[in-house]
């Protein structure tokens, strides 16, 4: 029988195709895997309020909000996956999100572009500048995010993918990544009732 974090992967884990979402038509503007994750806001497609109340909830945490009501966007049992964490609860989620402001001097979300919007799925692209407190150069980074919704409308599974390539959950990089998740708590310390 599957554990639970197993059996939210199974259940809620989104799987977008990027080259078809995020392709651009000039070909010069794309990576050398045919994917363009820079945020273009004007060709954003329309969502509902719903929809816009996440990706700002969303976005307000990627910013270093950290609040609780950002973080209660999240189901208590949903995942947060990327290419350095696996979190499988909303506090192990918090961790990751609690944790900006102690490494980041300055986190803030430069664009968004919807590139798919279903009932219980939200696609964009992310812009987001970060400033690490040891180094006063910022870096913007894009990447493709992927929100699956339960029938309350809260996240169950959240995925940042950061290039053409979805996530493997198995070996050495699987471990590392919920090792991540399961311990960064203890360091960035979220309230302990979300």
Not at 21 to 31: A, C, E, I, R, V
Not at 136 to 165: A, C, F, I
Request: net charge negative; charged share 25%.
């Amino acid at each position: 029988m599957a554990g639970r974090p197993e059996t939210l992967q199974d259940n809620y884990e989104p799987r977008p195709d990027p080259q078809s979402l995020t392709s651009n038509p000039d070909p010069s503007k794309n990576s050398s895997t045919g994917v363009d994750y820079e945020p273009h806001p004007e060709h954003s497609i329309k969502i509902s309020a719903e929809h816009e109340s996440i990706i700002k909830r969303i976005t307000n945490l990627y910013s270093g909000s950290a609040s609780e009501e950002d973080m209660r966007v999240y189901a208590e049992e949903a995942v947060y996956d990327d290419p350095f964490s696996y979190c499988d609860t909303r506090y192990k989620i918090a961790g990751q999100w609690y944790g900006i402001p102690k490494i980041m001097s300055s986190s803030r979300t430069i664009a968004t572009e919807v590139v798919s919007a279903e009932s219980k799925l939200l696609v964009f692209k992310l812009q987001q500048e970060y400033t690490p407190r040891v180094s006063p150069s910022s870096k913007k980074v894009n990447s493709l995010v992927s929100l699956t919704m339960d029938d309350q409308g809260r996240v169950k599974y959240h995925k940042d993918m950061w290039n053409e390539k979805d996530y493997s959950h198995e070996g050495l990089g699987k471990i590392f990544k919920t090792l991540n998740g399961d311990h960064l708590t203890k360091i960035t310390r979220p309230p302990g009732d979300l």
